[in-house]
């Protein structure tokens, strides 16, 4: 009664109690989304009329929740072949998940739905509810694939790739600079999108799984004792089998589904892993640019330039001179989608791999609608970048755009290019590097004998 | 004495058990369509025109004889239930083993569907003039997109089953296409012009396959010798026995291998 000394006090107090009550039971617990698109993919592959089952999405969605948790409580599978731990780290996992805020001691908390989920999404789908503003949208971590690394295509980032991304950002995008947040936060983000992907990738195994190899009963973590006494029944004229029998076929199908999810689960891990041991060995190293142009020098040198009157900046030039004809040439090939002119129009009908995944490159109007509906994005045509501007979405450091020339951009139509010699890369990227500064064309004078003609 | 006759006649009927363990089987199959062939589509050639538009460039998904109506490039293959034996390789098959080459030819992927035994090499040439960029989209094996130049040529090694053929593309001419499919084992085939196709050399057993097409993904539905058959994702099984084992004659309504590209 105390409280209750005026009327004022009164309704604070149960406004007070009435906003409490709201945030207890207003907002349910975060959730993954299930990656629908994939399954339509797969259940379409699958030849099933209906798509699959209400029961088959939940059994994949308890599979997944028992290997990795909820947004709010993330885990991690035991693999008995893979060391999860030299990827994922729980406990920045921890401070990554979860609803925003702090614990006792100030540290924050659910630092991935305040810097992240509103652009990339709870589940790291790259639909959060800001995305459908965007261009390009965001990421969509669920494949694994991430465009700006130092590995080549087809194999999975570093740490530090992501981790770079997340410090610098991505110029000429929406995705911004993180760099004044603390390390140990970054770290945790990073983790936590490796984790997301993970994730992902693990869901598509499953889907992919139930697509083809499952066939005898349509669960991914169990059998259907019906289907089996069907199967047991047609394998022996359609007598009805033993009850034993039946229960033997399940135990027997339920011991080899549990192998399979630890398969599949196994091998989006070992990418992971693979990614760092293939960089270890990866016979073509990156050569440093100053050496490639102190080699480019002797050879000026050796054919004859005066090497007292041979500058750095005429050593440049020569290099451009030699990126140019190969930007044009059929071993670089670069022209054919960058244009004549670098201008980024060379090649304008295509798509992104995440697009091109569901719709294919000439995609029909009933696909891209179905697939809408499922939770693609509106498909926009993907562009060449236009080497005019200066403006490099994988960082602008020399070394990241010779990866881009040597590597490839992941889950877009640029291939990479091992025909070059290290040499022959660092000429590219110091031709690329001065085209927002070359004259495009060389503008006609204005020629008087036309004034004299319409005179 | 008589011991030691006993002991070689046991040897031997264990020598006869084990060779008959080894015994090997070729599965045949013939694929005839049921209905009228749909007429391939024009291919949309935007890019190096002068050199690609004179090839008369069609989408190759049906390459079916009107008259016969012989269903080219439909794929079966051999696909162990999860968690069970793999099968066993014939030893021919690994005396070094061929390599398997796709050409960049004429502004098209030759040929259009092809299978690869994880011992063998991919070759991928370039035999036109202008660069070709090789995109694959594996689902277990290292995916790649590399750049060749006219004249060229790169060689992938690839090592896991991909439970389906992956789509091959070329980034500067959209209109390209092919499929792969790589297994750990050499038990695929595809059929050629007249329809036909033959695996050699599969261990004698029970063994499911799985029939394949381009226009429909999984064949589910047709007619083995006359009879109305359903295939659940295109799985069938066979039971190989010594020598050669006929599927017989499969006809596939037109409905049926349309489904994915209507």
């Not at chain 2, 690869?116 to 991919?122: C, G, P, R, S, V």
């Not at chain 2, 004249?151 to 690839?158: F, Y």
């Amino acid at each position: 009664m105390s409280v209750c000394r005026n009327w004022r006090h009164c309704l604070a107090a149960l406004l007070a109690a009435a906003f409490a009550g709201l945030a207890g039971c207003g907002s349910p617990d975060a959730k993954f989304v299930e990656y629908r698109t994939y399954a339509r993919l797969s259940e379409k592959a699958a030849g099933y009329e209906n798509g699959f089952t209400h029961l088959q999405r939940q059994d994949v969605n308890n599979v997944l929740a028992a290997l990795y948790g909820t947004p709010d409580a993330p885990s991690l599978p035991a693999l008995a072949n893979v060391d999860v731990t030299k990827l994922l780290d729980i406990s920045k996992l921890k401070l990554a998940a979860g609803s925003v805020g702090s614990d006792g001691k100030g540290r924050p908390r659910g630092l991935y739905r305040e810097h992240c989920a509103h652009c990339h999404g709870i589940t790291g789908d790259g639909n959060g509810p800001t995305a459908s503003f965007l261009n390009p949208y965001p990421r969509d971590y669920r494949a694994g694939l991430f465009k700006f690394k130092s590995t080549p295509i087809g194999y999975r980032p570093l740490h530090e790739d992501l981790k770079k991304i997340v410090i610098d950002g991505i110029p000429g995008t929406a995705m911004p600079s993180f760099r004044l947040l603390p390390d140990q936060e970054i770290e945790a983000l990073v983790e936590y999108v490796k984790y997301l992907a993970i994730r992902g990738e693990t869901e598509r195994q499953f889907y992919n799984g139930l697509k083809d190899d499952i066939s005898e009963s349509d669960f991914l973590s169990h059998a259907d004792p019906a289907v089996a006494a069907k199967e047991l029944a047609d394998g022996n004229d359609g007598k009805a089998p033993a009850q034993k029998a039946i229960d033997e076929k399940v135990a027997e199908t339920d011991k080899q589904r549990l192998e399979a999810i630890k398969g599949y689960t196994e091998t989006v891990f070992q990418k992971w892993l693979e990614a760092a041991e293939f960089m270890t060995q990866d016979t073509v190293k990156v050569t440093n640019r100053n050496d490639a142009m102190r080699v480019l020098r002797e050879e000026l040198v050796a054919a004859g330039s005066n090497e007292k009157k041979l500058t750095d900046e005429m050593v440049l030039a020569e290099s451009q001179q030699r990126g140019r004809k190969l930007f044009y040439g059929p071993i670089g090939n670069c022209f054919t989608c960058h244009g004549p002119t670098a201008l980024g129009d060379g090649q304008l009908g295509d798509y992104d791999g995440w697009t091109v995944e569901l719709i294919g490159k000439t995609p029909k109007k009933e696909d891209i609608k179905d697939y809408i509906k499922h939770g693609m994005p509106e498909p926009r045509n993907i562009r060449p970048r236009n080497l005019r501007h200066g403006v490099y979405r994988g960082g602008m450091r020399p070394l990241d755009l010779y990866w881009r020339v040597r590597n490839g951009i992941e889950g877009t139509p640029m291939p990479g290019n091992d025909k070059l010699k290290p040499q022959e890369i660092w000429h590219l990227v110091n031709y690329v590097q001065s085209l927002p500064y070359e004259q495009i064309s060389n503008p006609y004078e204005a020629v008087p004998e036309n004034r004299r003609e319409r005179n | 004495m008589k011991l030691k006759l006993l002991f070689m006649f046991a040897i031997a009927l264990l020598a006869a058990t084990s060779a008959q363990a080894q015994d090997w089987g070729n599965l045949k199959a013939k694929f005839i369509l049921e209905g009228t062939a749909p007429t391939p589509e024009k291919a949309n050639v935007n890019k190096d025109v002068e050199l690609c538009l004179k090839h008369k460039l069609v989408d190759e998904t049906f390459k079916i004889d009107a008259k016969s109506g012989a269903i080219q490039n439909v794929l079966v293959f051999l696909s162990p239930k999860p968690g069970t034996a793999k099968p066993k390789i014939h030893p021919d098959f690994l005396k070094a083993p061929s390599d398997v080459v796709l050409d960049n030819l004429n502004c098209r992927f030759t040929p259009h569907i092809v299978t690869l035994y994880t011992a063998q090499k991919l070759v991928i040439k370039n035999s036109d003039p202008v660069g070709h960029n090789t995109k694959a989209d594996f689902f277990e094996n290292v995916p790649f997109n590399d750049q060749i130049p006219g004249g060229g040529s790169i060689t992938k090694t690839l090592t896991k089953t991909e439970s389906a053929p992956t789509p091959l593309s070329c980034g500067s001419h959209p209109w390209m296409s092919a499929k792969i499919l790589v297994r750990e084992d050499p038990y695929a085939a595809v059929s050629n012009e007249k329809g036909e196709l033959t695996i050699e050399n599969i261990p004698a057993g029970k063994w499911t396959f799985t029939i394949w097409h381009e226009g429909c993904g999984f064949v589910t539905v047709g007619q083995q010798d006359g009879k109305a058959k359903e295939w659940k994702k295109g799985k069938i099984d066979v039971e190989i026995k010594k020598g050669d084992n006929n599927l017989g004659e499969i006809k596939i309504p037109v409905a049926v291998l349309t489904k994915s590209k209507k």
